[in-house]
């Protein structure tokens, strides 16, 4: 494996040190705060060790980011294809117009988590949080699918005020004995069918073994599966419709 030591450079020099590097397996030390970390990566397999800032993985085009501490802003902007794991937590605008690959958080993460995510034929963009986010998770979902476990929360709502506003595609899973209060009127929500279920179970099984979880744990709270129920949501505020 290929060592970089990030202490003290600046993002502009630790990015140009990865993307020549001969290696596919990199390890990335001391990082603190430099942006764009594996941004465009395809064919490279980075493993960083503290914290890289905002947009990590953006435009991630199937290469593989795994970081033991913490992320912040905007971790998988735009991403392509690929895996992002955190086995800390991680910031707002997790997977920020995602269009494919997967975001596993073994944590919480912040706000707008999903915002304007999106799929297309074989891309399907996944995000598993294994604890709470912030509100607006979904904001304007078009595709792809968010799964929130909440796996520390005693089975109370693991999400934050205005959940799903503006979805008009794909669907979210959360592990809770209640739904959201806030929900918006453009979608509809129920629990989780056996059917619902086996949609998801090989996301769950990929996230437990990641992250050495006992699935059984993860099974032990019931879900609820949120789908928009219209393909326009602000049909209602046209003058015409």
Not at 15 to 26: F, K, L, T, Y
Not at 44 to 73: E, M, S
Request: hydrophobic share 35%; net charge neutral; glycine share 14%.
């Amino acid at each position: 494996m290929f060592r970089i030591d990030a202490d003290g450079k600046y993002f502009q020099q630790l990015n140009e040190e990865i993307r020549v590097a001969q290696d596919s397996e990199i390890l990335v030390e001391h990082c603190m705060g430099q942006r764009y970390i594996g941004a465009g990566v395809s064919g490279k397999h980075l493993l960083i060790r503290g914290v890289p800032g905002n947009d990590l993985g953006c435009y991630l085009d199937g290469g593989t980011i795994r970081v033991q501490g913490n992320a912040q802003d905007q971790t998988g902007d735009t991403m392509n294809a690929g895996a992002i794991v955190v086995e800390g937590s991680s910031g707002d605008a997790t997977g920020y117009s995602m269009r494919g690959g997967k975001i596993f958080i073994r944590g919480n993460a912040g706000y707008r988590v999903g915002i304007h995510m999106k799929a297309y034929r074989e891309h399907q963009p996944l995000i598993v949080v294994g604890g709470e986010t912030g509100s607006f998770l979904g904001e304007y979902q078009a595709g792809g699918t968010i799964i929130v476990l909440g796996l520390d929360s005693g089975g109370k709502i693991p999400v934050g005020n205005l959940s799903c506003t503006g979805m008009h595609g794909g669907r979210m899973y959360l592990r809770c004995r209640e739904l959201p209060k806030d929900l918006p009127a453009q979608v509809k929500a129920a629990r989780a069918s056996a059917q619902d279920m086996a949609r998801i179970d090989g996301f769950l099984d990929d996230f437990c073994r990641t992250f050495g979880i006992r699935k059984e744990t993860v099974l032990s709270e019931p879900f609820f599966v949120v789908m928009p129920n219209t393909s326009n949501p602000y049909r209602s505020l046209y003058t015409f419709n």
